[in-house]
């Protein structure tokens, strides 16, 4: 033995004389940091808070992610608040009208649509007229319609194209109403027709919805090989009908089925395996943005847990691992669908996950509060859903039924009112939170500020202030560094910082400028340019060591009691162990 162990016993003994103030660290450094357990766990028992401690130590063991956070991602800079609508299946246009005008009051600004094949190509290839009415009409009218409301009310739309017409198929339905066409170019030369129509209106098309699961890659055996054709065929007719069309994969279903069975219902295969697949065939090439589904299920939106087994709200930090390793770190995450289900208990079905429409009206926000502040890589996350156009699902006891925001008749639920005022306080003074952000961002106010393609940025784009104008910008961190693209010229800058003097700043070719603040909290900076000034992308730093001080020191505190606690057992044991002692 190579201490004696009374000399254990004695330096077990220094070791344990911490523990009690180091124990009070931990409870100062919870209460200095204003953090809880459900803030780690996103557990509201302590029981499950417990366990959920459990899971996050044995995450500890896992490999880290990459996340790629000084690498500025394309299209993340833009309001998070988007809302899934079914107005293709309002009979009314006066109630399709109040939905997109309650979805603008609620703060969302953007709405995720289908535009519905089989609703517009009908009866057969290039027929766009509907003759299952008196009397006939353009299968256009309906859609139209939507696209003007959405301009009408200031919301952006994000077409999902999907649900191919039984005459694309030769097997027809019997194959799955959700199957792929026979031909993937009949559904490239739809999608063409679709985007040369909307040309300038509509800019994001998802091409396709959760072709990894069942029932919507009909009956077909999921391939992720299948889809990245069909995902290609399409993607290059969308671009070739307007260069400006922006591509979105089919979102993706989280779901942990390794294997995928030959046939229906168990027909589904893991969205990262899928991805990777993706990827395997060359498909990076087709697709802008990387579409994935954002359910809570059981717990809430302060998960950290990460397990690739266990879905939870953390999912997307996996995604994003994946698509950095696959060199597409410059493109972002947006979430199609997101929400928890506020099932009541008399419904056996709870596939979806269970809480109080009190839990569901908070977390819905504090959702979007995490992407904010954590997740600069991810754009958009569509709230699923905000109305059916009846009762049907509630009658069949779904569900699905209950992620609604309003009733079909309109009347709001308790999650739609949280929303309606978290959201319209965050559009009223948007901030850029720490992490890598594109030149365009919405939290920069300036009538002069605009983006130009650029070919030598990393993004292919600019942000450009004009000469003599001015932007004004919060952000929440210790430093707000504008970078600028290699041959940017050299300009110099006027910074104010929360409303202080003015200071002279020079930013030279290919080099960052820093404007540096106090501590992690939000600061307001105005800058003036004498000359273009030339945004490659900008970086807020978080940086402000103090924060850590006390996890820090609580991690060191438990590290300690549990060496004391060894040493304790193996001095213990020794002692026993021989008479003679």
């Known amino acids: 033995m190579l201490f004696p162990p009374q000399t254990l016993r004695k330096l077990a003994i220094i070791l344990f004389i911490p523990i009690p103030f180091l124990a009070c660290a931990l409870i100062v450094g919870l209460l200095w940091r204003g953090g809880t357990l459900y803030d780690l766990t996103g557990e509201e028992r302590l029981s ?70 089989e609703d517009i190509e009908i009866h057969g290839k290039g027929d766009f007229e509907d003759r299952r009415h008196e009397p006939h009409r353009s299968a256009w009218q309906k859609y139209d319609h939507i696209v003007d409301l959405a301009e009408q009310y200031g919301l952006e739309l994000i077409v999902r194209v999907s649900n191919p017409p039984e005459w694309t198929r030769t097997a027809g339905n019997e194959i799955g109403p959700y199957a792929p066409p026979d031909d993937y170019q009949d559904y490239a030369d739809f999608v063409a027709s679709l985007v040369d129509r909307y040309k300038g209106r509509i800019r994001y098309y998802q091409l396709w919805n ?26 290059a007719a969308a671009r070739a009908a307007d260069a400006d069309v922006v591509i979105i994969n089919g979102a993706l279903a989280s779901t942990i089925v390794l294997q995928p069975e030959a046939a229906p219902p168990g027909n589904a295969f893991n969205d990262f395996l899928f991805l990777q697949r ?42 994003r691992d994946l698509m950095v390793a696959n060199g597409d770190a410059h493109k972002p995450i947006w979430i199609s669908e997101m929400n928890w289900n506020a099932v009541p208990d008399e419904i056996v079905d709870k596939r979806f996950g269970q809480v109080t429409e009190a839990q569901q009206a908070r977390y819905l926000a504090e959702a979007y509060q995490r992407i904010q502040q954590d997740w600069p890589w991810l754009g958009v996350a569509n709230t699923w859903y905000f109305k059916r156009p009846d009762y049907q699902w509630r009658d069949e ?33 948007p901030v850029m939170y720490a992490g890598a952000h ?17 070919p030598e940025a990393t993004l292919g784009q600019i942000g450009v202030l004009a000469a003599g104008a001015s932007l004004k910008l919060t952000f929440d961190g210790a430093s707000l560094r504008i970078h600028p693209p290699k041959d940017a010229p050299e300009t110099t800058l006027s910074v104010s910082l929360n409303g ?29 340019t004498s000359a273009d000034l030339w945004v490659g992308h900008w970086y807020v730093k978080d940086g402000d060591l103090s ?21 304790v057992g193996w001095a213990f044991r020794s002692t026993t162990a021989d008479p003679a002692l």
């Not at 000084?70 to 299946?89: C, I, K, M, R, Y």
């Not at 709001?412 to 009223?428: G, K």
């Not at 594109?438 to 650029?454: F, G, N, V």
């Not at 002279?504 to 600061?523: D, F, N, Y």
């Open 210 to 235: 959760e072709p990894n699961i069942y029932p919507e890659w009909g009956n077909h055996a999921i391939s992720p090989e299948d889809y990245s054709e069909l995902l290609c065929t399409a993607a």
């Open 397 to 429: 006891a779904k569900p699905e039924y209950y992620f609604r925001l309003v009733d079909p008749d309109l009347t709001p639920l308790p999650v739609y009112d949280s929303i309606r005022a978290y959201a319209n306080e965050i559009n009223a003074d």
């Open 547 to 567: 924060q850590w001080f006390w996890p820090l020191a609580c991690g060191f505190g438990l590290l300690l009691a549990i060496f004391g606690a060894l040493v």
């Open 48 to 117: 499950a808070q417990i366990k959920g401690l459990t899971d996050l130590s044995a995450d500890l063991m896992r490999p880290g992610l990459d996340l790629a956070e000084t690498e500025a991602a394309a299209h993340s800079g833009v309001n998070p608040f988007g809302v899934n609508v079914f107005l293709d299946q309002e009979p009314s246009p006066d109630v399709r009208e109040a939905v997109v005008k309650m979805a603008a009051e609620a703060g969302f600004r953007w709405l995720r649509q289908e535009f519905v094949w």
């Open 500 to 528: 202080g003097q003015p200071q002279e700043r020079v930013i030279e070719p290919g080099k960052m400028l820093k404007i540096s603040a106090r501590g992690r909290e939000e600061h307001r900076v105005e800058i003036s």
């Open 278 to 319: 993706m990827y395997g065939t060359g498909a990076a090439d087709c697709f802008d943005i990387v579409a994935m589904q954002g359910y809570g299920l059981w717990s809430g939106p302060s998960d950290r847990r990460m397990n690739p087994r266990v879905l939870n709200f953390s999912r997307p930090l996996f995604v």
């Open 438 to 454: 594109p030149p365009e961002h919405w939290a920069i106010h300036s009538d002069d500020y605009h983006i130009e393609p650029h």
